[in-house]
Structures are given as C-alpha cells and as structure tokens.
Nanobody
Framework: QVQLVESGGGLVQAGGSLRLSCAAS????????MGWFRQAPGKEREFVAA????????TYSDSVKGRFTISGDNAKNTVYLQMNSLKPEDTAVYYC??????????????????WGKGTLVTVSS
C-alpha cells in the first residue's frame, strides 16, 4: 500500500502562486510515475501534470502548460506542483496520484494505482 498526502492548498488571488506538495509513504520498492489531477465543482476529475520519478520526464495538460511545474525530491519521497499565474478557473480540489507501471501517457489517461485525498485550491478574481 502507498499513502499519498497532499498539502499546500489555500486561497490565492488571480495571478498569484501556490506550491502543492505530495508526500508518499508505504511502498519501498519500484519507481512510480507521479501525477496531479484536479476536480472543479460540478466537473469531472482532469489530468494536470505527471513526472517519471526515475528519469524526470514530465508531461502537462494544455491548460496549465507554461504556468505549472511538476518536480520531485526522491530523498524526501515528495512530489511538488508549482502553480504560477493562477486563474479563477484553476479553482479545484487537487489530487496526487501514483502509478507503478506504464508510461506518463497512461497516467494522463487517469489509470492510477493510488490516490491522495486532495487539497483545495481557490483562486479569487
């Protein structure tokens, strides 16, 4: 089992920045692909970004490309999502996810082994 705990959400004005963290614990073997997803009120959960833990390659949704950056700290078993130039439409619950096989594209499709419980990001206009 893997536990994923997100933190760093909150209220920010449009144009501001936030950094989300996801601390992973439990499983001690394998190198997962890690991802961030979000779900806005009344909408389906959508892919935001993913990173290959071992190689560092990344992929982003078009809606956040150029504004958000995903990164990982292997020593801390933590994945980050730096969010800049935030917009009101970025308001959502953000979820951390882990997938222990397959490609980043598989993660982007939402095929996930473990989910965190989410952290709320609210962007005011």
């Amino acid at each position: 089992q893997v536990q994923l705990v997100e933190s760093g959400g909150g209220l920010v004005q449009a144009g501001g920045s936030l950094r989300l963290s996801c601390a992973a614990s439990g499983r001690t073997f394998g190198t997962p692909n890690m991802g961030w997803f979000r779900q806005a009120p009344g909408k389906e959960r959508e892919f935001v970004a993913a990173i290959n833990w071992s190689g560092g390659s990344t992929t982003y949704s078009d809606s956040v490309k150029g504004r958000f950056t995903i990164s990982g700290d292997n020593a801390k078993n933590t994945v980050y999502l730096q969010m800049n130039s935030l917009k009101p439409e970025d308001t959502a619950v953000y979820y951390c996810a882990a997938k222990y096989s397959g490609s980043l594209q598989i993660v982007a499709l939402g095929v996930i082994d473990y989910w965190g419980k989410g952290t709320l990001v609210t962007v005011s206009s």
